[in-house]
């Protein structure tokens, strides 16, 4: 694959991503539909993924989300015991791809493709986050990293809609 294809491939999936992913984030209420709320962007929707031995790795400052209920649904019962309302604004994004032929969990391992749908990616998120509203509101730095991987049941020509392209394997959020 041609390294400016792949520098374009990286930033349009990162730049989705990180877009989806934070307006969502700062929904006052967070659905709980795989399709509509956090869990939608992290590796546990994907049956081929999860069927490969892959489950979501979260990790909010230094506690690792690893409950019986699942991360993504650990990590969501954290922000909502963070304060109302959280906000999440985006200052920077720094992407990098790790692998353009990831294949773990694939149908078709073998077969290459400089479409960039075996693309897996590293993403460096930065910002600020509000805690609370008005005067009375904490803001604090936060840096939160992201390893994308292929979500195999989005891609194709039928593939259903509202699935995310790519999806979160690893996260580490801290806030500073």
């Known amino acids: 694959m041609h390294l400016e294809h792949l520098g374009k491939l990286v930033f349009k999936a990162a730049d989705r991503f990180v877009e989806y992913y934070y307006d969502t984030l700062n929904k006052p209420h967070r659905s709980s539909s795989p399709t509509q709320g956090l ?4 590796a546990s ?18 506690h690792v989300c690893s409950s019986a209920s699942g991360a993504v649904q650990e990590f969501q019962d954290l922000l909502e015991k963070q304060g109302h309302p959280v906000h999440f604004d985006v200052l920077s994004v720094d992407a990098h791809p790790v692998n353009p032929h990831y294949v773990l969990g694939s149908t078709d391992p073998e077969v290459q493709s400089d479409r960039g749908d075996k693309l897996s990616l590293s993403l460096q998120v930065a ?13 604090r730095g936060f840096n939160d990293a992201f390893v994308l991987v292929p979500h195999w049941e ?4 039928n593939a259903p809609r509202g699935l995310r392209k790519w999806v979160a394997i690893s996260q580490n959020l801290r806030y500073l």
């Open 154 to 157: 989005a891609q194709g020509r």
């Open 127 to 139: 910002g600020t986050v509000r805690f609370g509203k008005g005067d009375e509101a904490v803001v």
């Open 39 to 42: 869990s939608q962007f992290y």
């Open 45 to 62: 929707t994907s049956a081929r993924l999860t069927a490969a031995g892959l489950t979501p790795d979260i990790s909010i400052n230094g």
